[in-house]
């Protein structure tokens, strides 16, 4: 069963830590994939956090640069995402994306997403 798998969620205080983990199985095409964290807060869009390719280049919302790090293991399929100096509008459902051009049409795969809430 071709799927991404997130963990690593909870419930931190302000100022809080927490890395989430996102681990595609079933297929080795998310070994050569970007991926990325994107997170929907209550009523608003999903948008992205973070994104890396598989040669490593990055990328970041502006709401997150310098508080968030985005890393992958290319030989597993796994991203990773910690999260440093949580604030409370960082509270949301945070899901992995996987995505990539097969034969010139883009391909994407979504996880199911980890809650992650921030405690004033």
């Known amino acids: 069963q071709v799927q991404l798998v997130e963990s690593g969620g909870g419930l931190v205080q302000t100022g809080g830590s927490l890395r989430l983990s996102c681990i595609g199985s079933?297929?080795?095409?998310?070994?050569?994939?970007?991926m990325g964290w994107y997170r929907q807060a209550p009523g608003k869009d999903r948008d992205m956090v973070a994104r890396?390719?598989?040669?490593?280049?990055?990328s970041y919302a502006d709401s997150v640069k310098g508080r968030f790090t985005i890393s992958r293991d290319n030989a597993t399929g796994t991203v990773y995402l910690q999260m440093s100096s949580l604030k409370p509008e960082d509270t949301a459902v945070y899901y992995c994306?996987?995505?990539?051009?097969?034969?010139?049409?883009?391909?994407?795969?979504w996880g199911r997403g980890t809650q992650v809430t921030v405690s004033s």
């Open positions: 994306k996987a995505d990539k051009l097969r034969n010139g049409l883009p391909w994407v795969w």
């Open positions: 079933g297929s080795s095409i998310f070994t050569t994939s970007a």
């Open positions: 890396i390719t598989t040669g490593g280049t990055t």
